[in-house]
Structure formats: structure tokens, C-alpha cells
């Protein structure tokens, strides 16, 4: 199957601009990068390269103004939809915002909130996602969207008391500030604090601080997720009214519902799930014209019905966006009554669902599908393992009445679905997750890989038919949805890979388009050997992110053409979204998509992409910090691991026991200079030219776990590869006299950079890495 075709800029003509026709391109997208005008006007190699040096030019002149890392704007240009941090007040008392990102941008005033509640409005410090709007008589205001939590100027911290000062030390590793506190405020050594920069405390001293609000202790057992929640600004809790509204509602009824209560739909999820959105049903195709076909049901709990659009119980899904997940708590997009209880397929229970059955033939194509608004009533749930057991012919006593009737036609439908996957040669990138068991005094007890079960993969192929059911449908109908998209790798990222399997002597044919295919057949040619592992990651690296828009260019990991969010309503808030549409467009009741909520999509899938980055971000750091004091008391124990990262000050490896990732400081790696060459990925001893390659397997020694931070840092114990003979002077980091970095001792026991998963990219050329004395963070 051809991969979704990625539509092109219409309104430009393609080939290479002319700067007036680049600069009205970057006024109506607002920013873009590189690789996006590249396929906007549908260049190639020597346009491309025509192209950087024509950005690099207007650069200099002032007329473009980097936006981030990659991307450029107007000098001075502000986009539609932005992140700012509330920096100062004018002169009038209102406050100013200036965008996160570009050093041209400009102060803008910050419109008044009406509707903020008490406590609520922005203040200076906070971060904010605003909408930018001109002004009739010139200039603009930024409109708030939503607050985001703290900006640079909030530090949550730790508390560390000393005779003559109150400290704030940070929790996140990649901050230097640390704040002095006013004596005489009301706090204790350990407290979780979060602080406000006010300004400097000396010339040379860290900066004075203002107590904003204690949050708990550091010692607490759950301190890790409370600090992911406060760091990230992570919505907590709900208001009296929405809990009110979920309190209020009452269980279905047939009224307007088809009745499914015959067919026996079952759950299948994990172990330890207490929300079930999701039963799947399969039996053969009964129609003489579709000989060993299969129909598969999906049923989703119709959470449109209880979350109904302007409700308090909408407007703070909205603003969640997700449920958060953490190894010790899950923070809900929607309260425990409906979470849990009405919205939950349970077992031998009567529930509202929104339900697709779909027909497929024998070579696992989709031949139709309808969406039906049905009760229905779980015949019974199983976790992931008891599932795969039964299917394996060891059910327990739970599953063994079913596995004729239920779940044997389940697997064989699945195999089925799976030759039209198969066809369709989706991203087969594997992600071994591990799972951090806590007791219930908050500590980890172990830390283990997830299994990987036929079971998981059954789910999620008919949920992704499901997805695309419904994204089928909407669009047939013509109704305003949000779509899941994800774009090709850019041309910098598959450079980069292209690089590093150079490195391994795997070709990869210079202009070879990637398509997913290809990147399969590379996955399988090194899955029996040592390279597998850092391969797979390697590509997993080079792929763009998923998000969602009102704006179609296809799935390009799942190599589908169009694709929506259903599944997951209880924990997603663009599922319900896609559930109000289909009511809408099927004329299935009278509580789908309102005025208001079509006017607002463009905003809403902004909103839900970043609410998902945020959870994202949010419970990786909780992991790292649960892994961090799971190894705190292992210090100077030994681990095997593998280099999943090479920068110029360091290592990072990633054991292989728990999955923790960590850092080898440049300082640890042998009495002589590193360079850091980033074509082969590694770095490279000056006087020996003895290499630290991406993907090597090492031997470490753990000196040091913060948990309040989740840094760990490592002593390097491996001897390193030796020198390649082939290697060319600049590979060997041969360099001319006046190059030459001064010599010093060698460092301590490291810091620096956060030790956890590899930040950003690696920097052009090759990187003087001298070993400097790096002092520790506790």
C-alpha cells in the first residue's frame, strides 16, 4: 500500500522562491523550518542547498529571526498560537508576555482574563499558551489560552537550611539556579517549595527568592510524581461543579440505544486497569459473497453522554487534555464516578457505548464497517495474560468457559486483520517498556520488562481499524474532526541516521525515499545481530512526532491515509471529540459537535498536542526520579549496559537490568582529550584515537543517584574500541597547534547536564571535548 500522500502548499507555485515569495510564505505559516519550505515548494537537491544558503543570508541581514532551533520567522514576526512567559508589568499595571522562544521577540501587552476565577489569573512568572491578536490601531495583544505552570522565573525546589541562609536548590537537573530565601520564612530542611526569582542576591551569588507556596517533602514516598505534577503544571484534582455533574449522572438506558447486550463483548487490558473503555467481539462473516471473512466488533464507552459540551465536566477535560499516568498515581481527565464507574465497561454491567462493526475478507482487507449507539454488557475481563494463556491453550478458571466461543474466534480474526497489515507494512519499531512496581509505602520494589504478548498486539490492530473507521466515516459525511497525523522524517533526521548506519557499514542508498517499508527491511536485516537494539533506536529517533490537527496529511508511522483518535474517550479528550462528531454526522442524538466546539477545533488540537507533550514529559521525569532512588542504595555496584547517546561532554548509557539511562562524564573516560566527531557518532580519543561509538556495550559503575532529581552518573569501567585505521585526521581529532586546548587535572565526580535521555541535537562537525572538573548536584 502507497503511504498517505502529503499535500503540498497550494497557493505557492513550486520551485525555488524568490525571497519576496519566501517571506510571504513565512508570513501567512507564521514559522517554519527548513525541511517544511523545502516541501512546501517542492524542492530538491540543488534547490534545497540554494534554499539554506538564501535563509542563512536573510539571517544575517536581520530580515529572518530563528525561532528555536530549526525553525525561522520575520524578524519581529509574532505566530498565530504561542508559549510566552509573563515577564514584567507596564506602567498601568498590566502584564507583558514575550514568547519562549526567539531572542527578537517583542514585549506584548496581555489581555485581561474576565473569566478567570479568584487566584487563577496569570501573574508574573507564569508560563501561558496564548493566541496573538492585532489591534486595530496597531501593534497586538496575546489572549490567553491556558496557563502552562511555571516559567524560568519559578523554581521548584528543595529546601536546604545552613546558620546563615535558607536555600532553594532545584529539582530539575538541567537548572543552575539556586535561590536564597528572606530570612524568617516558615519553612524546614526538605521541604518541596516552589520559589520566584526576584533578583540578585550579590555579584557573584545565587539570586534572591520569594516562597511562593510548599508543596510537600522531599522524603514524602510519592515525591517523585508530586514534583513531575508541580514542575510541569499538570491540572490536579476537579472543581465542586464537575464533580457534582459526575455525581449527578445515572446509569443508561435503551432509550435511543441499539440493544448489543447479546453479543458478548469482552475487555481485555491490564492487570492492574480500573477504567475499561474499550470490548472487542469477532465472529465469521456469515455473507456467501465474503468466504472467510471475519466481522469485528469495537465497542467504546459513549462518554459524549455524561460530558456534555460547555459543561464544567467538558471545560476541565479540555484543559487536562489526558490522563496522566505515574508509576504511583494517575492524575484522570475525568472524575472517579464516571472514570471508573458509568464510563467503565465492567464485567456483567449494563453500559452506554459508542460501537463500530466491521467486516473484513479473507486477505484481512476492510470491506465496510457501521457505527451503531448501543448498551451493551461486558461477558467478561481479562487482563492481557489471561488472555494470551487461554489463547495459548492454558486458561485459567476464568477464561476457560469462553475460549470456544470468545476468544478463539478473537485470535483468529486477528490473524486475519493481520495479513492486511502486514500488506500494509506499518513502522515495526519495537519499545520495550519496563514496569516500576511500588508497595504501599511508596517504595519500588522491582523494576521489570513488560512482556510483549500476541494479546497487545491484537488490541491495538482493531483498535487502529477502529480509528480508522471513524475517521472514514467522518470525512464521507463531510464533518469537521480532529485528525491523529504524523509526518515523514525530515531530511536532517534521515541524514543523521544515514550517517550512523555508515558508522555500521549498512548501506542506505543516497535519495532513497523512506518509506516505511524500507525502514522495515533495515530493522529486520539487523535483528539477529549486536547492532539491533541501538538500530531500532536509532530509527526510532529519526521519526517525526504525532499530533493532532484539523489538517489531513495522513498517518505516516502507520502508513495509513487518514486516521482519528476513538478508542480512548475516558482518557483522551480528541476521543470524545471524534465521538461528538460521529453523533453528529450519524444523527445519533442530540449531544454532539456545537457551534462552539467546531469554531474552537483548530485550538483544541493545538491544546491536546501540548497537553499530551506535557504528560509525556511529565511522567518520564517520575520514572527517572523512581528509578534514581530504586538504585540510591546500589551505589558502587556494577552494570551492564549499552551507549544509547554520545555528546561532547559525555555518555549517556542505558542499563540494561532496569532501562535507567544515565551519564559517563568525558572526565571518566581515560587520562587523554575526546572529540566528539557526530558523523560517526562518537567520541574519539586525541593522542590514541581509541573510540566511545553510539551503541557499544559497557560496564559502568554507579557513583551517584539523585532521586529528587532522577540523575544518575556512572563510572565508564570498559576499555574503549580502538583507534579506526581508516578514520581520516579530522575523525582522529588531529588538530593544528593554535587548536590546542591547555591541559588540567581530571575532573571530579560530575554533574553538568541532566543524566537522563539524550537532549536536542548533536552540534555540526567535529567538538573539542576536554575533560573539566564538573561539580556534583545533590
Not at 511555571?150 to 536546604?160: D, E, N, Y
Not at 461543579?241 to 446509569?251: G, H, L, R, V
Not at 455524561?306 to 471545560?315: I, N, T
Not at 506535557?614 to 551505589?635: C, G, H, N, P, Q
Request: with cysteine; aromatic share 6%.
Amino acid at each position: 500500500m502507497a503511504r498517505p500522500r502529503i499535500p503540498k502548499a497550494t497557493r505557492f507555485a513550486q520551485g525555488l522562491p524568490d525571497r519576496e515569495t519566501l517571506m510571504n510564505y513565512l508570513r501567512e505559516t507564521g514559522e517554519a523550518d527548513r525541511a517544511a519550505i523545502a516541501r512546501a515548494f517542492g524542492l530538491k537537491g540543488a534547490d534545497r542547498r540554494a534554499l539554506r544558503d538564501m535563509l542563512k543570508e536573510l539571517e544575517s541581514s536581520g530580515t529572518l529571526a530563528r525561532r528555536g532551533r530549526k525553525g525561522f520567522a520575520e524578524h519581529g514576526a509574532l505566530p498565530e498560537v504561542g508559549v510566552v512567559d509573563v515577564v514584567e508589568r507596564d506602567p498601568d499595571g498590566d502584564l507583558l508576555v514575550k514568547l519562549t522562544k526567539g531572542e527578537d521577540a517583542p514585549l506584548v501587552p496581555l489581555a485581561p482574563d474576565r473569566k478567570a476565577e479568584a487566584g487563577q489569573a496569570p501573574g508574573l512568572g507564569d508560563r501561558l499558551l496564548v493566541r496573538f491578536a492585532a489591534l486595530e490601531g496597531g501593534g497586538y495583544e496575546a489572549r490567553l489560552i491556558k496557563k502552562l505552570g511555571q516559567s524560568a522565573h519559578r523554581i521548584l525546589g528543595v529546601v536546604r537550611k545552613a546558620r546563615r541562609e535558607v536555600r532553594v536548590e532545584p529539582v530539575d537537573r538541567r537548572s543552575k539556579e539556586t535561590l536564597v530565601l528572606p530570612e524568617g520564612e516558615d519553612v524546614r530542611d526538605g521541604d518541596l517549595v516552589v520559589a520566584q526569582i526576584e533578583g540578585s542576591a550579590g555579584r557573584y551569588g545565587p539570586k534572591r527568592g520569594k516562597l511562593l507556596e510548599v508543596v510537600g517533602r522531599e522524603d514524602e514516598p510519592r515525591a517523585a510524581s508530586l514534583i513531575a505534577i508541580h514542575s510541569h503544571g499538570i491540572p490536579t484534582g476537579f472543581s465542586q461543579a464537575a464533580e457534582a455533574e459526575a455525581e449527578a449522572a445515572e446509569p443508561p438506558t435503551l432509550a435511543g440505544r441499539e440493544d448489543l447486550r447479546q453479543v458478548p463483548f469482552i475487555t481485555i487490558d491490564p492487570a492492574d486497569a480500573r477504567d475499561h473503555d474499550d470490548a472487542v467481539y469477532a465472529e465469521p462473516d456469515t455473507d456467501e459473497k465474503n468466504p472467510g471473512g471475519w466481522v469485528v466488533w469495537v465497542a467504546i464507552a459513549d462518554v459524549a453522554a455524561y460530558v456534555r459540551p460547555g459543561s464544567a465536566l467538558d471545560r476541565e477535560a479540555r484543559d487536562k487534555g489526558n490522563s496522566v499516568y505515574f508509576p504511583d498515581r494517575v492524575e484522570p481527565m475525568l472524575p472517579e464516578r464516571l472514570s471508573n464507574g458509568l464510563c467503565s465497561l465492567r464485567e456483567g454491567e449494563n453500559r452506554a457505548c459508542l460501537a463500530v462493526r466491521m467486516v473484513f475478507d479473507a486477505a484481512g482487507k476492510k470491506r465496510s464497517h457501521r457505527f451503531v449507539r448501543g448498551l451493551m454488557r461486558s461477558a467478561a475481563k481479562l487482563s492481557y495474560e489471561q488472555a494470551q494463556a487461554a489463547a495459548d491453550g492454558e486458561p485459567d478458571e476464568k477464561a476457560q468457559p469462553i475460549v470456544d466461543s470468545i476468544i478463539r474466534p478473537l485470535w483468529t480474526a486477528y490473524g486475519v486483520m493481520l495479513k492486511g497489515r502486514n500488506a500494509r507494512s506499518p513502522l515495526a519499531i519495537e519499545s520495550l517498556e519496563r514496569k516500576i512496581s511500588i508497595n504501599r509505602e511508596g517504595e519500588v520494589t522491582q523494576i521489570t520488562p513488560r512482556a510483549s504478548l500476541e494479546a497487545h498486539r491484537l488490541i491495538e490492530e482493531m483498535m487502529i481499524q477502529a480509528n480508522v473507521s471513524a475517521a472514514e466515516t467522518l470525512e464521507q459525511k463531510k464533518t469537521p474532526l480532529v485528525y491523529r497525523i504524523h509526518d515523514a522524517p525530515s531530511q536532517e533526521k534521515l541524514q543523521a541516521l544515514v550517517d550512523f548506519l555508515q558508522t555500521l557499514d549498512i548501506p542506505w542508498t543516497k535519495g532513497e525515499a523512506p518509506r516505511t517499508e524500507r525502514f522495515n527491511r533495515l530493522l529486520e536485516q539487523t535483528r539477529e545481530t549486536p547492532h539491533a537494539e541501538i538500530v531500532n533506536e536509532v530509527v526510532l529517533r529519526s521519526q517525526m512526532q504525532a499530533i493532532y490537527s484539523t489538517e489531513n496529511i495522513g498517518h505516516y508511522g502507520l502508513n495509513l491515509a487518514r486516521y482519528a483518535h476513538f478508542t480512548s474517550p475516558i482518557r483522551r479528550y480528541a476521543d470524545l471529540i471524534v465521538h461528538r462528531a460521529l453523533v453528529s454526522a450519524l444523527k445519533l442524538g442530540d449531544d454532539g459537535l456545537t457551534d462552539r466546539d467546531i469554531s474552537q477545533m483548530k485550538d483544541t488540537a493545538e491544546r491536546i498536542t501540548f497537553a499530551e507533550r506535557r504528560a509525556m514529559a511529565a511522567e518520564r521525569d517520575a520514572t527517572d526520579r523512581y528509578i534514581a532512588a530504586f538504585l540510591s542504595d546500589r551505589i558502587g555496584a556494577e552494570f551492564e549496559g549499552k551507549i544509547t547517546g554520545v555528546t561532547r561532554f559525555g555518555l549517556f548509557v542505558r542499563l540494561a537490568e532496569t532501562g535507567a539511562d544515565g551519564l559517563v562524564p568525558v572526565s571518566k573516560l581515560g587520562d587523554e582529550y575526546f572529540v566528539h566527531d557526530d558523523k560517526a557518532h562518537a567520541l574519539v580519543g586525541e593522542r590514541s584515537g581509541a573510540r566511545w561509538p553510539l551503541g557499544m556495550s559497557v560496564t559502568v559503575r554507579l557513583e551517584e543517584a539523585t532521586p529528587i532529581t532522577g540523575g544518575l552518573l556512572f563510572h565508564m569501567l570498559s576499555e574503549p574500541m580502538a583507534a579506526d585505521p581508516n578514520a581520516p585526521r579530522a575523525r582522529l581529532g588531529m588538530r593544528s597547534r593554535g587548536d590546542r586546548a591547555p591541559g588540567g587535572p581530571r575532573g571530579g565526580s560530575g554533574g553538568g547536564p541532566r543524566g537522563g535521555r539524550p537532549q536536542g541535537g548533536r552540534p555540526p562537525g567535529v567538538k573539542n571535548t576536554r575533560k573539566k572538573k564538573m561539580g556534583k548536584r545533590r
